[in-house]
């Protein structure tokens, strides 16, 4: 045993070296980039919390890579205040949520977090964070219900499920004209969240609903029944591998009613999926539209290769509110979470101020459209 | 109720085009657990590089919809020879890293079960990070088109256009869905008389019916259990292209529901007997269709699952028994 | 090791090789024979010891092997859980034979039960919820198997799968359940506040005890996990003490019996259905006590941490361990959960490694990491029957 013990101190100090470099992208780029002296902000982390790996990986990179562009700018910009990156990478599951966020919040550099990405591993992981004073701004979980748990530590930088469905459901009254609308959910919370508020608000122009199943590909009884519906519109509460699938589907049964989805289908992804049968197709954001941040949008294609995907932009502007928070003096939890209740700016997707709830006030929701294999803004939805 | 009654054709009919994949991916279920009695975990993963297969040739001749006919009919043989050769080949490949080994040991079939469930895994997961592979080999420009988007769908750009072919109760029969029944109702015929008539196929009854016999008798095992991986492969790949055609879109990840629905309708149809693989496939597609109409799709699969069991309690082997290396078929 | 990997590829030699390996291999009997040499209160102070060890894990945090990525106590608990599943599954799986593919079933009737009652619909005791649980679930292994265990072999495999999908699909359906958005506040375990253990710290080789890391005993709170993975390892020995005695019982050989040849077991007089179908329920009874045990840990449940995969998985640990071993199971399960987040810093590719493990494992490790005693008696006579058949054929 003792042997071990004593052959095991190089490999021990190997390990160590080996999974410090692990932990994060960052790393690196700061320690040559910056040859900062310790400056005010020395050993201090904003952590992005979400699915890196796993099905849902998509979303979690998006948002990785829009906090990943707003440190790295930060970071060229104030050489004397490097702040860094850390991943917590749950794949999206409230189970590895949970010791993840005990890692968070157990890890003293980390002072701000952008995430969870999913409304179920908030659920999960909000009591940890709330209780242990770690600000978080979330870019992607819409669940309304996430904001009434009285959790401090909870903001949210896009407008909820309760602020989309409404204008979804306008956009498809009042622009759309739409007597006949069929609404289709994915089962997930946040898929049937949206269903059930459009379902609501259009109460006497739907003329029938149905739920799929994430995963699924073959949605033949679903087309069968919206056809045999005579519905002009389609509204689709989900995510874009399901829609695409589903327009593609409807477009070959021969429907033609208007395709209505919300922000979780605004992905090249669905376009991908579902080629010309997504033209026309409606997708309705709490956000503006990229014109109004091309800087931000030309900035993520240089350091990406692609297009900033679905909520990069969101995060972008919360990783900046930290970091203009850091910026300003708040190292610590307890100042950093106070500066975000009081924050008021100009984000890249919208003027940023958090309620008493932690829901972001002026919310503007936009309908967009594909149009020759492209999402544009299309304009923006009024609600009453 | 009369939602199913005024749309009993259309239901039937897409739930046919549905349950002609089922029961082509069923096969190799059936055809590997009639030899070895083994459950290949990996087959969905065979099916799912043969979609990927066909879509890259699509990608790589780049044919838009609305050619010419000799034009369509030449890519989409193509598109069919690439996915049978790819999954072929990736069942053999399976074949000799995730069975021979445990086969020879005659190691119980609970450890074979979870040689393939890693390499299910494994296989799964490297089409999910072809692009960082890519990157790896440092060829991720020049292979861009079909690496990219590795997590997502992928798109098969189908150089046939679906075109109804004749309208029955208020149903426009399309194209696709003639060519995808008919295709997998001949590869069926095609792969009984293989059994009946062919050495190999006899060979592959024999195994199936007592290996240690069929050894004796001078059957080369091993070659039997290669030529039962292949073809189930071959039959796979063909699905996977009738799959594109109808669903337009394949990812790392879907071969594994359905693999679970494949394996259903195997089990259905009796597990081990070639035509109750197709049988069990179509019973299947049908149930879910017009279970997914009574009761709403989220109770789908719910149905699926039902059915199995209360099929399996009246008939505890299947619709048509376990019979690959039985009788004459 | 390197020897069967050397030699998969040439011929007749493979098989010869094997059975080297597994000589070669670690040698559990030298060990075991070693420990039972000693006197017998040596060998309960080292028993103890090692008890000990197990219980200080988390506060150790030792380097190598705590997971730089994420919370160490946390990966603890759900490793001990899937020791736990393990346990379970091992007895319907590795004594009584019976592949079940749709275990996460009973886990996620345990971990239901705890939140619909205790946060949904009621609002029970932690107390009540956790007999409630495992009665639950109890009856339903016994309600899935009264009529699918008379189904054979394989047939049972897919039939199992169809109910943990089930399973899950009702959940996520039905309101009355939470649908997907899940179950929030599902009660802790009652805490009981009484004094502060301080956790070490290391540097480099040596360590420092840190006084401001410190764990309230016993606090189930949401911030340190301590506690629940303490929780979850006194479960793990009760139910290695239960198990124990059940296998060296009438019904532990009658699970033998019937696993090796049903028909023979039948005709000896061993009522085989009725040893199966109690190997479901005490399967099913510590699945679900498994399941509720995670549900008060997570206080928040969906869908989504039930899926078929898990099942999977689970069988993957058993078999990986060594079916019908209750200490290869345990090394399975540890397996199957630990390394994946022991090494995250790999990200992407750690499924696709695990993958590639599971596939070297079965085929070069095919009685698993600790094969049961008995099948290795069994063995030892197959190959000396092998031997000679081979010396007869030489001949």
Not at chain 1, 207 to 236: E, H, L, M, P, W
Not at chain 2, 141 to 169: H, I, K, M
Request: charged share 15%; net charge negative; aromatic share 10%.
């Amino acid at each position: 045993m003792r042997f071990s013990v004593k052959t095991g101190a190089p490999l021990l100090a190997l390990a160590l070296a080996l999974s410090a470099c692990g932990t994060s992208g960052g790393d690196d780029e700061e320690a040559s980039g910056g040859g900062s002296e310790a400056g005010t902000c020395e050993d201090v982390a904003i952590g992005f919390f979400g699915a890196l790996t796993g099905s849902d990986a998509n979303l979690g990179i998006n948002i990785r890579n829009g906090v990943e562009l707003a440190v790295d700018q930060f970071n060229e910009e104030n050489a004397d205040c490097q702040v860094e990156l850390k991943e917590y990478d749950s794949q999206g599951a409230p189970d590895q949520a949970t010791g993840l966020a005990t890692q968070a919040v157990g890890d003293d550099t980390v002072i701000g977090l952008v995430g969870p990405a999913f409304s179920g591993e908030s659920d999960a992981v909000g009591p940890t964070f709330a209780e242990e004073g770690l600000p978080t701004i979330t870019a992607s979980a819409t669940n309304p219900a996430l904001a009434e748990n009285g959790w401090d530590t909870f903001q949210r930088i896009l407008g909820n499920d309760a602020s989309q469905g409404p204008a979804a459901a306008a956009y498809i009254g009042d622009v759309l004209k739409s007597e006949s609308v069929f609404v289709v959910d994915d089962a997930s919370a946040y898929g049937k969240g949206l269903a059930d508020i459009v379902n609501e608000s259009l109460a006497d122009a739907v003329v029938g609903q149905d739920t799929i199943q994430k995963g699924q590909t073959d949605f033949s009884a679903t087309v069968t029944a919206i056809r045999s519906a005579n519905a002009d519109a389609v509204f689709f509460g989900g995510y874009y591998a399901e829609a695409g699938l589903l327009v593609q589907q409807l477009r070959g049964a021969g429907v033609d009613a208007t395709f209505v989805a919300a922000d979780g289908v605004k992905d090249a992804g669905f376009i991908e999926a579902a080629g010309d049968a997504s033209e026309g197709a409606i997708i309705t954001c709490p956000c503006l539209p990229p014109e109004e941040s091309q800087a931000f949008a030309d900035d993520f294609e240089a350091a990406y290769g692609t297009a900033p995907g679905t909520y990069a932009a969101e995060a972008f502007d919360a990783a900046n509110v930290f970091l203009e928070g850091i910026l300003d003096g708040n190292t610590d939890r307890e100042s950093l979470l106070e500066w975000v209740n009081n924050y008021e700016g100009d984000g890249v997707t919208k003027s940023i101020k958090f309620d008493e709830s932690g829901e972001v006030e002026n919310i503007s929701v936009w309908a967009y459209k594909v149009e020759n294999g492209e999402i544009v803004a299309d304009q923006e939805i009024e609600t009453n | 109720m009369s939602f199913l009654i005024d749309n009993f054709v259309e239901l039937t009919v897409t739930g046919l085009v549905l349950g002609a994949v089922y029961g082509l991916v069923a096969l190799g279920y059936t055809l590997v657990y009639g030899v070895l009695q083994l459950i290949n975990f990996a087959h969905s993963e065979v099916w799912m590089f043969g979609s990927f297969a066909a879509v890259w040739v699509t990608v790589a001749l780049g044919v838009a919809p609305g050619s010419a006919l000799p034009v369509v009919i030449g890519v989409l043989l193509l598109a069919l020879f690439a996915a049978m050769a790819v999954s072929g080949g990736v069942a053999l490949v399976l074949e000799r890293v995730a069975y021979r080994r445990l086969i020879r040991l005659d190691a119980p079939k609970l450890v074979a079960l979870i040689s393939a469930i890693g390499a299910s895994f494994a296989l799964a997961e490297f089409m999910g990070l072809r692009d960082r592979i890519a990157d790896f080999f440092g060829l991720r420009d020049t292979l861009d088109p079909y690496v990219r988007s590795a997590r997502d769908n992928t798109r098969f750009q189908n150089p046939l256009e679906t075109e109804g072919v004749f309208t029955v109760g208020g149903y426009t029969v399309s194209n696709v869905d003639i060519i995808i029944i008919v295709s997998a109702l001949l590869m069926m015929v095609a792969l009984d008389q293989f059994i009946r008539r062919t050495r190999i196929g006899s060979g592959i009854r024999a195994v199936a019916q007592d290996s240690e016999a069929a050894a004796l008798m001078g059957v080369n095992r091993n070659r039997v259990i290669r030529a039962t991986f292949l073809v189930g492969g071959i039959m796979a790949g063909a699905a996977a292209l009738l799959y594109l055609m109808r669903f337009g879109v394949t990812r790392w990840n879907a071969g594994f529901l359905l693999g679970v629905k494949a394996f259903t309708a195997a089990v259905l149809g009796g597990i081990g007997n070639v035509r109750g693989a197709l049988l069990g496939g179509f019973i299947l597609g049908l149930a879910e269709n017009y279970g997914s109409a009574l009761i709403g799709s989220e109770w789908r699969d719910v149905v699926a699952f039902l059915l199995l069991v209360v099929i399996l309690l009246f008939r505890p082997t299947g619709l048509l028994g376990e019979s690959l290396g039985r009788a004459r078929a | 090791m390197t020897q069967g990997k050397a030699s998969p590829d040439t011929g007749s030699g493979a098989a010869r090789s094997t059975t080297q390996t597994s000589r070669l291999g670690w040698d559990r009997g030298a060990l075991a024979r070693r420990v039972t040499a000693l006197p017998r209160p040596a060998k309960w102070a080292l028993i103890g010891l090692f008890v000990v060890f197990l219980y200080a894990l988390p506060l150790l945090e030792i380097p190598i092997l705590s997971t730089p990525d994420t919370d160490f106590g946390a990966v603890l608990f759900t490793v001990a859980s899937y020791v736990l599943v393990a346990l379970g599954l091992n007895i319907v799986l590795g004594y009584a034979g019976l592949l079940d593919l749709g275990y996460v079933g009973f886990y996620a009737i345990g971990a239901y039960t705890v939140a619909v009652f205790g946060s949904l619909q009621a609002q029970l005791s932690w107390w009540v919820l956790i007999p409630l649980a495992v009665l639950l679930t109890t009856i339903s292994g016994i309600l899935l198997g009264a009529p699918t265990l008379r189904v054979r072999g394989d047939y049972l495999a897919i039939v199992t799968l169809g109910f943990g999908e089930i399973i899950r699909l009702t959940a996520l359906n039905l309101e009355w359940l939470g649908a997907a958005k899940g179950i929030t506040g599902v009660p802790r375990p009652p805490s009981v506040e009484m004094f502060e253990i301080p956790h070490l710290q290391w540097e480099g080789a040596t360590a420092v005890i840190d006084l401001d890391d410190t764990t309230t005993f016993l606090v189930f709170g949401v911030a340190d996990q301590a506690p629940y993975y303490w929780l979850m390892l006194t479960v793990i020995f009760i139910v290695l003490g239960a198990d124990r005695m059940l296998r060296l019982s009438r019904i532990g050989r009658g699970w033998e019996a019937t696993r090796e040849d049903e028909d023979a077991a039948e005709l000896m007089g061993v009522p085989t259905f009725k040893f199966k179908l109690l190997a479901f329920a005490c399967g099913a009874f510590i699945g679900g006590l498994s399941g509720a045990l995670f549900a008060s840990r997570q206080g928040f449940i969906n869908p989504e941490s039930f899926l078929l995969i898990l099942s999977i998985l689970f069988v993957a640990a058993v078999v990986v361990g060594g079916a019908g071993n209750r200490y290869g199971v345990i090394l399975g399960a540890i397996v199957v959960a630990y390394l994946p987040e022991r090494f995250r810093g790999f990200e992407e590719w750690r499924l696709l490694v695990f993958g590639l493990a599971l596939l070297l494992l079965a085929n070069f490790r095919p009685q698993g990491l600790l094969p049961p005693r008995r099948a290795k008696r069994a063995q030892a006579v197959d190959e000396q029957l092998d031997a000679l058949e081979e010396g007869t054929a030489r001949a």
